[in-house]
Structure formats: C-alpha cells, structure tokens
C-alpha cells in the first residue's frame, strides 16, 4: 500500500530535549516536506526536500533541521525544543513539484 | 494580500442542501490547484484535482476561474458524512524556493445536520 508514515504519533516532551520525528514513504517520490499546523493559522511548511540531500528552508524553519539522506525519508529535528514549538506535524511527499501530495498520519507534539 | 485565501466558516447546513466553498489565489502564474478533505485531527486528504474545464466527481464539482483567481468547490445534496474541513490548496512560485510549492488556505470548516 503506498503511504506516508510518521512516528511517533503523539510525543509530550520537555523543553530542550533533542527529538527526532520519523518520515518514510514508500512511492519513490523525490519531493518530501514537512508542515505544522496550528489553530487559526493553517498548515505552514518547515522544511522540504527536492532530492537526497537537497533540503532548503520553508517558511517556518526557525528551531528545525531536516536530512535527506535517503529518498524515502526525511527526518524532523528539534535540536532544542520549545513550548511554541507544540503542534501537529504533518509529512508529505510527491512525485514532482506541481503533483499533489500525500500526507503522513500526523505527529502531535506537546512542549512543557 | 494573503497568498491562498478561504472563508474559515463554519457551514453549517442541512443534510441534502447544496454548500459552495470559494478559495483565492494571488499569484496569477500559478500552474495547478487541488481540493484536500481533513478529518478532526487527521491528515489532509486529497479530494479532487483542479482542471481549467472543470471537474466533477459524484456530488462534488471543481472549477478554476483564471481571470479572477480562484477556485470553487461545490458540494451537492450533502450528507452527514460531508462533515469536514475543506482545504485548498495552490502551487506557486515563491521566491524562496527554487520553484513552486504548494500553499494551503487555512480551511472551510463544513457541519452537515440531519
């Protein structure tokens, strides 16, 4: 079955505590990104990847990092994480640019 | 103005009714356009592509009107099931990308009643 899959899927954390967010998808797409999603505010993408290790920033890449060191995933990093930071994290991948996309399950993260 | 524009609702109708959402879009080159259906809670969801001539697909119908930037999405004789938030979203050149990305409204939300 072709998906997206993300783990965890909910995580409560303590401010500073490196976390790392997995992202795999099984359909050969060279396009991943990662998104979060806040009340009010919609769906806001952090980070994308056009390629392996070709990642450039989105528009809300503060406290983030990503890898793409293979095609199927595409890891979310907090280096040091923050209670701003608690959100509904969504992976997704396509084919190509102007393809649709799929999403991942989600990850709920909670920053105390 | 904001790049990908909704109506954030609520809808709320009755089971049968016909509900139209409109979405609008700034930037004019844009190249392609899709409808995503999301569950409380749950991953976005693509529901229908957006072609020039229009598509329909059962009760659902999409159109793209190029001159005045936007999208529709119509929905015929809703059902409970309908109950959702609806999503469009639009590939763009943005200037901080080598290329196009794809850039959400921030959602209709939809309650159908019985």
């Known amino acids: 079955e072709a998906q997206v899959t993300q783990n965890p899927r909910y995580l409560i954390t303590v401010t500073g505590k490196k976390l790392t967010v997995t992202c795999s998808q099984n359909?050969?797409?060279?396009?991943m990104s990662w998104y979060r999603q806040d009340p009010g505010l919609g769906l806001r993408q952090i980070y994308y990847?056009?390629?392996?290790?070709?990642?450039d920033k989105g528009d809300v890449p503060e406290g983030y990092k990503v890898s793409r060191k293979e095609k199927r995933n595409f890891p979310l990093i907090l280096e040091s994480p923050s209670p701003n930071q608690t959100s509904l994290y969504f992976c997704?991948?396509?084919?190509?640019?102007?393809?649709?996309?799929?999403f991942g399950p989600g990850t709920r993260l909670t920053v105390l | 103005r904001k790049e990908v524009e909704q109506d954030p609702g609520p809808f709320n109708v009755p089971e049968g009714a016909t509900v139209a959402f409109n979405c609008t879009y700034s930037n004019s080159a844009s190249q392609s356009f899709f409808w995503y259906r999301q569950d409380c809670r749950k991953e976005p969801k693509l529901l229908m592509s957006?072609?020039?001539s229009g598509n329909e697909d059962g009760r659902f119908t999409a159109q793209l009107n190029r001159a005045s930037q936007y999208i529709s999405l119509l929905i015929r004789d809703s059902k409970l099931s309908d109950s959702a938030t609806y999503l469009c979203?639009?590939?763009?050149?943005?200037?901080?990308?080598?290329?196009?990305?794809?850039?959400f409204g921030k959602g209709t939300t939809l309650s159908v009643s019985s």
């Open positions: 359909m050969n797409h060279e396009y």
């Open positions: 997704a991948s396509k084919q190509e640019v102007r393809d649709t996309q799929y």
């Open positions: 979203a639009v590939n763009m050149y943005q200037a901080n990308q080598a290329g196009t990305a794809l850039i």
């Open positions: 990847s056009m390629n392996v290790e070709v990642t």
């Open positions: 957006v072609y020039s």
